[in-house]
């Protein structure tokens, strides 16, 4: 059965509210990114689009309808396998995970399958640091928030401490915020100073030990040393070869290397030295009036990030003037990095790493090659804008002693950014098509760099890094969201979330790696680097996910029958259990239904057998995923987000229940028994 939406506004399936207070209204104006540097488009993918819509509409053709790929339960928890085999088999195919898919549905509440218990970890205005005072949203005050869990938790990191079996550090992204949901009477058009301080202490990241229990997922958030909030106005450190550059001074901070604060932190990484990179995306919200900056070259560099507006929504810039592009044109510059933060040593000082450049970043995550050379793959998530990949010049070292890590925190300073550009003419079987990965600069030790991209300096290339890679001919993707390797294969897998205006007049029309005009559901890519090597400067690739209705011509799981799979629309984080599998977390189901968590085989003959693993509450996004191998992680963020909505006309009560405010918060589900997360066959 084919659900209601929500109230929606958008093509992708989020309420116009979500847009305005996380993302500026991206959907709503022209991607900022004016050219059509397409190099391959029509007939690779007419190509391309002839073997999808020939193998989809054959499946579909035998498939039934969504129903059917649907009715893997009727409510959470009480579903039982699809009776049909796979291809070619005579009965069902045993579950490749040991849980009956969660169906679709719009409950107010985060659902998984029957057997998996759950618990919420920590919400929004639960205390972080000693001496928090207990959650309030009547009486929030900014110096309770700066000590409280923030906003919106997105990304989330789980570091076990070797020193401490059963416990672990939870690292938590606190992406945005949404004043008219947090805060009861606020007028957006007159916010107090206070108001925006509680919105600028409710950004950032939170750091928080947790104690484990050895009988199930169960987390226990502990009052401890290392507990840390980081926010809007925390101090960090510029390095790389932008770090003092004129493009990142400011009157506060005339030398370029000291900022205030992280924003809008989206998806993530950790690192295999154990710190965790942190992506600032939709930066451009925070900063007005760019279109009254004078300078034409400056103006035009600000809109080619989104920055072209008046006032913005949140109102900053009447609190603090750093916010405002008439006075300070440059500050925006220090926005929109790859932060790397060491979770275990809460006095260390954030590091803003600009030779990973400067985009809408959706987060990091590093792969360590055989010679110790790292490289680190990144999203820019817009429509129309690139996939990037970082190689060190220096290698890792795998010890822990003082001198390792000194050297490892230089990893991200010194080596080479490219950018891809993808080419999609390679015959059925196989890849669907290669690649190369072109230079944009290289950061040199010292702090020097040497631009690959004409008429632009290293800094230039290092802060306009859309420019950049325009001018060398990168291939405009359908908003790049989390791409990271696969911890045993190396292969890389990258959400691209959706697309609304691909191939609509003057916009980059299909090609073989972004095939359907308008796309609202997104699709999932494989990327395989040339000898396996990370630092290669060719890759092959392949379509693993055509996201959407598996009914539906158009789309496309791994080859594998779809009317055995959960649709799945707009994926964007994802992540690998202990044993191989890849999941994904979508952001604003274009099918009506809530967002969800899925699981999908990469390898044998249940490669692309989606299978949702929990859904969560109206209004909310997925994020965050954490799947080890006994409990799965989830971020619950912006539960009862709908532009019908408010606080006091909610459409969530999660996850307090009766009358009670939503609240972002993290979720950890288990086995019942504390079993493996993943049993292949037992459901
Ligand atoms: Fe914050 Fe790209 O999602
Ligand atoms: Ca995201
Ligand atoms: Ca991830």
Request: some cysteine; hydrophobic content about 40%; overall charge negative.
């Amino acid at each position: 059965m084919r659900l209601l939406p929500l109230a929606v506004h958008r093509p992708h399936g989020r309420p116009a509210i979500s847009c305005r207070y996380r993302c500026n209204d991206a959907c709503s104006r022209p991607a900022p990114n004016p050219t059509d540097t397409t190099p391959f488009r029509e007939v690779a993918a007419a190509a391309l689009s002839r073997r999808r819509v020939l193998q989809a509409g054959l499946v579909a053709g035998i498939s039934g309808t969504l129903a059917a790929a649907c009715g893997t339960g009727g409510g959470a928890g009480a579903g039982a396998a699809p009776a049909a085999g796979a291809a070619g088999s005579a009965g069902p195919m045993p579950s490749p995970f040991g849980f009956a898919a969660v169906a679709p549905n719009t409950e107010d509440a985060v659902r998984v399958p029957g057997g998996f218990e759950q618990q919420v970890v920590i919400r929004w205005g639960d205390p972080v640091l000693p001496g928090a005072p207990a959650f309030d949203a009547n009486a929030q005050t900014a110096a309770a928030q700066a000590q409280q869990f923030g906003f919106n938790n997105d990304f989330l990191a789980l570091l076990d401490d070797p020193a401490s079996p059963g416990r672990a550090l939870l690292v938590a992204n606190h992406e945005y915020t949404t004043e008219p949901f947090m805060i009861p009477g606020y007028d957006p058009d007159a916010p107090t100073p206070e108001q925006v301080a509680i919105g600028m202490a409710a950004h950032g990241m939170s750091v928080v030990a947790v104690q484990r229990d050895g009988a199930s997922g169960r987390l226990t958030p502990t009052m401890d040393a290392v507990n840390r909030r980081i926010t809007a106005s925390t101090p960090m450190t510029l390095t790389g070869p932008a770090a003092g550059d004129a493009l990142v001074r400011t009157s506060a901070d005339p030398e370029g290397r000291t900022v205030l604060g992280t924003l809008n932190n989206c998806a993530g990484g950790v690192t295999p030295w154990r710190t965790v990179l942190t992506g600032e995306e939709n930066v451009d919200q925070y900063f007005a009036n760019g279109e009254a900056v004078a300078d034409p070259a400056a103006r035009a560099a600000l809109a080619r990030y989104g920055m072209d507006g008046g006032a913005t929504d949140r109102r900053w810039e009447a609190v603090d003037p750093r916010f405002d592009l008439t006075r300070e044109p440059t500050e925006p510059n220090r926005f929109g990095w790859i932060v790397e933060v060491d979770p275990f040593d809460p006095a260390s000082t954030p590091r803003k790493h600009t030779a990973l450049g400067r985009f809408k970043h959706e987060g990091a995550n590093v792969r360590v090659g055989p010679t110790g050379t790292v490289a680190v793959y990144m999203g820019d998530d817009e429509r129309f804008e690139y996939l990037y990949k970082f190689v060190s010049s220096r290698t890792h070292r795998a010890g822990d002693a003082p001198a390792d890590r000194a050297s490892n925190a230089r990893l991200l300073d010194e080596g080479t950014l490219f950018v891809a550009r993808f080419s999609g003419d390679a015959p059925t079987p196989g890849p669907d098509g290669g690649g190369e990965w072109l230079p944009l600069v290289e950061s040199l030790a010292g702090g020097t760099g040497r631009s690959f991209v004409p008429g632009m300096t290293a800094a230039e290339v290092l802060v306009h890094t859309r420019m950049a890679a325009d001018t060398v001919g990168a291939t405009p993707m359908d908003r790049p969201e989390d791409v990271q390797p696969h911890p045993t294969t190396g292969r890389v897998y990258a959400a691209l979330t959706n697309n609304d205006e691909r191939g609509t007049p003057g916009k980059p029309g299909v090609d073989a790696v972004n095939p359907r005009p308008e796309n609202t559901n997104g699709q999932v890519l494989e990327l395989t680097e040339t000898g396996d090597d990370p630092a290669a400067r060719t890759f092959g690739w392949s379509l693993l996910l055509v996201c959407g209705d598996p009914a539906a011509a158009d789309t496309y799981f791994g080859g594998f029958p779809k009317d055995q799979v959960s649709p799945i629309s707009c994926p964007d984080n994802v992540a690998f259990d202990a044993v191989g599998n890849l999941w994904i977390a979508t952001d604003g189901n274009a099918l009506g239904s809530n967002d969800g968590l899925f699981a999908v085989p990469l390898e044998g003959p249940q490669r692309g057998r989606v299978q949702q693993f929990l859904t969560v509450p109206r209004g909310a996004e997925t994020c965050g995923p954490v799947v080890e191998e006994r409990l799965a992680l989830v971020s619950v963020q912006h539960p009862g987000e709908a532009d019908d909505a408010s606080l006091a006309n909610p459409i969530s009560h999660w996850p307090d229940g009766g009358t009670s405010i939503a609240r972002p918060a993290v979720v950890s589900v288990w086995r019942a028994g504390g079993g493996p997360l993943v049993a292949p066959g037992s459901a």
